[in-house]
């Protein structure tokens, strides 16, 4: 359908939390392009807000109030000015909090969860609705059901132009929900149960974004590699298997995925690890603890030794593979040794990279009714010190890199004039000088430097002469040998 301009309406969405947030904003506002309402930058000037909300941690659930608090005033001034401003509050907080987040902010229209997105434009066209009535009469549109239907056989696509707009990257959710239950964790309370999109369904979105431009797209799921998706003869299919078929697209030069659970890291995924240049070498696979008591009270099911296992089976399919990791101190009941074995298994995998957090309790999870909760200072010590290693291990895998080779997808414009940037197979942002021409290609380049959290590169000759590198050299090129990584 197409908008005249007096019907354009300007949307602002506001992402917390996780890569899948990210991904369900756009496919927000791709719900709603169709009824007229274009993303804009700016809030002060938007008709309707969605706050796409994270409950993983107290600090982030907490964010959305005093966010909140902040458009009153806007909504305010709006109104003051004849005019109006419609406010939803979306995500994992809607999820958990619809209730209560209707009850503490009246200021709100709309509060719904993660899988009633494809129901949003009736939302908002019943709110709008329902302006005309006395602010105490109107009552928000609540929607936190786990509804029968998939919202993704109702979500539309995004334009191509929009497509082309977003970059060079994309995220593309290909399972949704948790059925692992770790004993700290609210995701299967916000996400629901595990769900995988069929097969059809993610080679056609893969391809639609493609032809907009995307080289390189990151798979998404709470338990990204515990994916089962149909083919069309309506046998699963492992993630393993998806890749495979996803390496067959033209023009997608990079795959990643995340986040992966231990247990699910099966033979058909390290196998496309070991055949498939397409796939990057940089896993994110969270432990959480190195302490088999402390991973039984998680109820991660699985136990150091397991983990341990699965990361040889990975180097030995790959190399130079580089990993990452999350990590909670401060579990209930975490004694000093078991926080010592924590960091002996960081230092025993050796990251590239590492998230760690203080446990944060909360309601509704089985961790919250243990005994042994741990004091803050406790939490803030063990948090610092693990920090320090994990740091330090990035900083040895940074310099690992100088004097190698490494293939680069060039995305954008330096923060320096004269300078473009991208990033490595192994997820390092990496600048070096040269021309806004070269943004969308891949390039081999002398990585000559470090700087915080960043490589400084240099085009080799081949770059100069500038060939685009993406199917061939990863591997060829690349030896980063694991002893560095450590
Ligand atoms: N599905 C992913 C992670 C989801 S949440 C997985 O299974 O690994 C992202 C990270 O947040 C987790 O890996 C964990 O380290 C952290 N996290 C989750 N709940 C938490 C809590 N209650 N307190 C502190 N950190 C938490
Ligand atoms: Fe949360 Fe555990 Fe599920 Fe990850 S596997 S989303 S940490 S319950
Ligand atoms: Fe947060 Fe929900 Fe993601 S709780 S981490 S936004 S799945």
Do not use: W
Request: a negative charge; glycine letters at 8%.
């Amino acid at each position: 359908m197409t908008q005249t301009p007096q019907n354009t309406k300007k949307l602002f969405i506001k992402t917390y939390g996780c890569q899948m947030n990210v991904y369900d904003s756009d496919r927000m506002a791709d719900a709603l392009a169709p009824h007229g309402y274009q993303p804009v930058s700016d809030i002060a000037t938007a008709d309707l807000v969605l706050l796409n909300t994270c409950h993983i941690r107290e600090k982030a659930s907490e964010k959305v109030f005093s966010e909140l608090g902040r458009l009153k005033e806007l909504q305010a001034e709006r109104r003051a000015g004849g005019q109006d401003l419609l406010i939803g509050v979306a995500g994992c907080v809607a999820q958990a909090e619809g209730e209560e987040i209707a009850r503490r902010a009246p200021v709100v229209d709309m509060v719904f969860g993660p899988q009633a997105y494809h129901r949003l434009p009736d939302m908002v066209a019943k709110a709008a609705g329902s302006r005309h009535l006395h602010p105490a009469l109107r009552t928000p549109v609540i929607d936190t059901d786990f509804p029968e239907e998939d919202k993704f056989d109702y979500l539309p696509a995004p334009q191509k132009e929009v497509v082309i707009k977003r970059g060079l990257t994309a995220f593309l959710t290909v399972q949704e929900g948790c059925d692992k239950f770790c004993s700290f964790c609210v995701v299967p309370y916000t996400r629901g149960a595990e769900v995988s999109r069929p097969v059809q369904q993610v080679l056609a979105e893969a391809r639609g974004l493609v032809a907009g431009g995307v080289r390189e797209i990151t798979l998404l799921g709470q338990n990204v590699n515990a994916y089962h998706g149909l083919d069309e003869a309506g046998n699963p299919v492992g993630l393993g298997q998806l890749a495979y078929l996803l390496a067959e697209i033209e023009g997608l030069a990079r795959l990643r995925y995340t986040t992966s659970h231990p247990r699910d890291m099966d033979d058909g995924l390290i196998a496309a690890h070991r055949d498939l240049d397409i796939l990057m070498p940089y896993l994110h696979l969270p432990v959480q603890s190195g302490s088999d008591t402390i991973l039984k009270a998680m109820n991660r099911r699985h136990t150091r030794d397991d983990y341990m296992r699965v990361i040889d089976k990975i180097r030995s399919a790959r190399s130079d593979m580089a990993l990452s990791g999350d990590f909670i101190v401060g579990f209930p009941g975490e004694t000093d040794k078991d926080f010592e074995d924590t960091l002996r298994i960081i230092a025993d995998v050796g990251y590239a990279s590492a998230y760690s957090f203080k446990y944060s309790t909360r309601p509704g999870t089985p961790g919250a009714n243990l005994d042994g909760q741990i004091e803050e200072a406790v939490k803030n010590e063990r948090l610092y010190r693990l920090q320090a290693l994990v740091d330090a291990q990035t900083t040895a895998f940074h310099t690992s890199c100088v004097g190698k080779t490494l293939p680069v997808l060039i995305e954008r414009e330096g923060r320096m004039a004269g300078q473009v940037g991208g990033r490595s197979p192994y997820l390092q942002a990496v600048h070096f000088e040269g021309s806004t021409d070269l943004i969308g290609q891949i390039l081999p380049l002398e990585i000559i430097g470090t700087s915080t959290n960043s490589l400084v590169g240099k085009l080799t000759q081949a770059g100069l002469n500038n060939s685009d590198i993406s199917h061939d050299t990863t591997r060829k090129s690349v030896s980063v040998d694991e002893s560095r990584v450590a």
